[in-house]
């Protein structure tokens, strides 16, 4: 079943305490991305990554680090964690840039 | 500024009612236009628009793209209980290497 992956679900984390988010896509996408998800603002994008060691920022990057070492697997990385970065997060991949996106089931990550 | 505007940001309806989506937008280079539906957690695939006046079609759901106004349509007609969910627009633009969602409709369908 073509699926993207993201682990954990759900997170409650401390500030300053480095964490890393997963996600594993089954599709050969070379494409994949890192979006938030906040009331009244949608979904806004984190980091893309166009195939393995190509990676660039979307429109809210600041706080996190991404990598792309395989194919498969984007690793969202906050190094130290904040109560801004509280929200939704969802990983997607695709085909195409411009085309379908298929997202995880999201995180909800809180930071207290 | 690019940007993406989705209206109403919220709406009520009965089942057995038609509603329409709109989706404005103002960016450069424009590639393609989508329709996600999310109901729970993560968004699903609708539709992918790139020309003008060629509507997709999927059971109930029938979307249309209009470039020379900059705007979308998502039409659902009969609705179900089952429709209810956040229906979101997203333009990809710049070759594709830009996008943005705008912040979606809430659909809440009555039995």
């Known amino acids: 079943e073509a699926q993207v992956t993201q682990n954990p679900r759900y997170l409650i984390t401390v500030t300053g305490k480095k964490l890393t988010v997963t996600c594993s896509q089954n599709m050969n996408h070379e494409y994949m991305s890192w979006y938030r998800q906040d009331p009244g603002l949608g979904l806004r994008q984190i980091y893309y990554?166009?195939?393995?060691?190509?990676?660039d920022k979307g429109d809210v990057p600041e706080g996190y680090k991404v990598s792309r070492k395989e194919k498969r697997n984007f690793p969202l990385i906050l190094e130290s964690p904040s109560p801004n970065q509280t929200s939704l997060y969802f990983c997607?991949?695709?085909?195409?840039?411009?085309?379908?996106?298929?997202f995880g089931q999201g995180t909800r990550l809180t930071v207290v | 500024e690019d940007k993406v505007v989705q209206s109403p940001l919220s709406l009520v309806v009965h089942e057995g009612d038609t509603v329409t989506l709109n989706c404005s937008y103002e960016v450069t280079n424009f590639r393609s236009l989508l329709w996600y539906k999310q109901e729970k957690k993560a968004p699903t695939f609708l539709f992918m628009l790139t020309s003008s006046g060629i509507e997709k079609k999927s059971g109930r759901l029938s979307s249309i793209l209009d470039k020379k106004e900059l705007f979308s349509i998502l039409n659902i007609t009969a609705t179900q209980t089952g429709d209810s969910a956040v229906y979101l627009c997203a333009v990809y633009y710049n070759y594709g290497q830009n996008f943005v969602f705008g912040p979606g409709t809430r659909l809440s369908v009555l039995p």
């Open positions: 990554s166009m195939n393995v060691e190509v990676t």
């Open positions: 997607a991949s695709s085909f195409d840039l411009r085309g379908e996106a298929f």
